[in-house]
């Protein structure tokens, strides 16, 4: 995920500052504001030399993290448990829908997902306030792990009354556990973070990285793709049973309960056992310096008043607007047609190796001085894809077997994704492409910390604006009963208590589709060119000053 950038910055910038302080200490001495002498200092420079030699030796001769796989495999091992409750929040909205809820519950629902992309608001709360004795990390780790243990083993006892309630889902109650739990998720993922910069050596850090990748992605597959698929009785009847049953091998409460009980555990076992301040055999600390909490929300202040970086976040704001009813509405409409959740899930297997090779490929495209210019090409491609889902949802009903749906049915969505995944991938790696060099060096991390977040919510937000207004722009009309209407629950009900039937006459997803579509258009033609045209500004334009 692209929020594992902010820490990595941080952490350049905590090196970056380490290693100035030889040099700030000689400029003290040339100013007579010490009392040594010019050759002591000279002594002093050439001992630092020699020690900088000396490592470099060290670490030439012992490469490789062979000495850290420990460290490794538990920083491993804390990302796949944040991606956990993450999977397991994407399941919710595909089981919620199989129970016909509406879809502003739906979107309800989809601030769930909020937390992750607004993390940067106390993300300096975290850096900053800790307890040295237990360990800066550890202080908050340790109690967010527990949480997210105990609110799933309270999920456990209490989800299938939740969602099997005489009345529907409860989905308020529901979006406040999974929000809570993505929260702890978001501030266990700041503090990980944060403590893979020093649990590994400086010549090993970069290895965090993929350990946050590859964690994360195995921890949501595990929440999400394993789960429905043992969840559903369908597939475990026709992959894994000999016998049929009516349940699948595993369930929800079952599946919370499993991983509740793992989380306390591991915690338990990582703030008895695990010392944060370790340091193997010539192995050197690295010392973090970190801003004030203050100072970094008025420097996140400061970026956002520039003119150009305030035109940029404008247009991330609104550049997703014509994808969101394609991204957020289009899976919820196939599980509606009768498309298996479980199956749309397992599409996501085979989409894992495109999704590993296309920033690969794609960057090489946008390493140039205009990365923006691929966002740009791929914008109109991805709005396309937009209608030839809509189109996908109205074929689906047609499409339907007794026995589900044919092989060639699949094919095409899997087709579909991965041309959606390509033009997608495109825009984002263009994105974070141009965060990189357009993000002032002295403050690299606070700045892509911010731009990514503002990526973020002009994501989030577009997707819950669709889902909410999918019902209002649905047309439907009561037949079989006369004198009865649809416009709502209450009236719903009782067109079927009088004998009739609610029937949709106009989907408001196929209006959402073309809608998103011309707003996505007018901004290609009109603002997609503002933004092509900030790659001409000059790099003063982005930097930001100390007197702001």
Not at 198 to 209: E, I, K, P
Not at 500 to 525: F, M, Q
């Amino acid at each position: 995920m692209e929020y594992d950038l902010v820490t990595h910055k941080n952490g350049r910038q905590r090196k970056l500052a380490g290693a100035n302080l030889p040099h700030e200490n000689m400029k003290g001495v040339h100013r007579g504001e010490s009392s040594s002498s010019e050759p002591e200092v000279e002594e002093e420079v050439e001992g630092l030399i020699k020690e900088s030699d000396s490592e470099g030796r060290r670490n030439r001769i012992k490469p490789g993290i062979r000495g850290e796989l420990g460290n490794v495999v538990l920083l491993l091992f804390l990302y796949v448990l944040q991606g956990i409750p993450l999977g397991l929040a994407g399941s919710i909205p595909l089981i919620l829908q199989s129970k016909n809820v509406s879809y502003k519950d739906q979107a309800f629902f989809s601030f769930v997902f909020w937390p992750f992309s607004l993390k940067l608001l106390w993300a300096p709360l975290v850096d900053a306030l800790y307890c040295s004795r237990f360990g800066r990390r550890k202080s908050w780790l340790v109690p967010t792990q527990y949480l997210l243990g105990l609110f799933m083993l309270y999920l456990s006892m209490s989800v299938d009354q939740l969602l099997q309630s005489e009345g529907g889902p409860k989905v308020v109650t529901l979006t406040a556990v999974f929000f809570m739990l993505a929260f702890l998720a978001a501030t266990q993922d700041i503090a990980v973070d944060g403590w893979a910069l020093t649990m590994l050596s400086r010549q090993n850090v970069g290895y965090a990285s993929t350990c946050n990748s590859v964690g994360q992605t195995a921890g949501y597959f595990l929440g999400n793709v394993l789960f429905l698929a043992l969840e559903s009785a369908d597939f475990c009847n026709k992959y894994l049973r000999v016998v049929p049953k009516d349940t699948g091998i595993v369930t929800l409460s079952d599946f919370l309960f499993f991983w509740g009980m793992v989380f306390l555990v591991s915690t338990t076992l990582v703030a008895i056992i695990k010392k944060e301040n370790e340091h193997g055999k010539g192995k050197r600390a690295v010392q973090e310096e970190t801003q004030g909490v203050m100072e970094t929300y008025r420097l996140l202040f400061s970026i956002i008043k520039m003119p150009t970086p305030f035109t940029f976040c404008v247009l991330l704001l609104t550049a997703k607007i014509g994808f969101s009813a394609a991204d957020a509405v289009t899976g919820l409409k196939l599980v509606e047609a009768g498309v298996p959740k479980e199956q749309l899930a397992l599409l996501a297997v085979p989409m894992v190796p495109l999704q590993i090779l296309l920033p690969v490929v794609i960057s090489k495209y946008t390493a140039g001085p205009r990365p923006l210019d691929v966002f740009y090409r791929a914008f109109p491609f991805r709005l396309l894809i937009g209608l030839e889902y809509a189109f996908l949802v109205w074929w689906t009903p047609s499409v339907r077997q007794e026995g589900g749906f044919p092989v060639y049915y699949y094919a095409i969505v899997l087709l579909s994704y991965a041309l959606h995944q390509v033009a997608l991938y495109s825009m984002y790696v263009a994105c974070m492409a141009f965060h990189a060099k357009v993000s002032d060096p002295l403050i690299g991390g606070t700045y892509m910390t911010l731009l990514n977040t503002v990526t973020n919510l002009g994501g989030n937000w577009p997707s819950t604006v669709a889902l909410w207004l999918v019902d209002p722009l649905t047309s439907k009309e009561c037949q079989g009963a006369a004198a009865q209407t649809c416009g709502s629950v209450e009236e719903s009900a009782l067109c079927v208590k009088e004998g009739g039937a609610c029937v949709t006459t106009l989907d408001g997803y196929y209006v959402e589709s073309v809608v998103c579509v011309v707003i996505g258009l007018a901004w290609w033609v009109w603002l997609g060119k503002k933004m092509r045209r900030l790659q001409e500004q000059s790099p003063a334009a982005w930097r930001c000053r100390a007197d702001q």
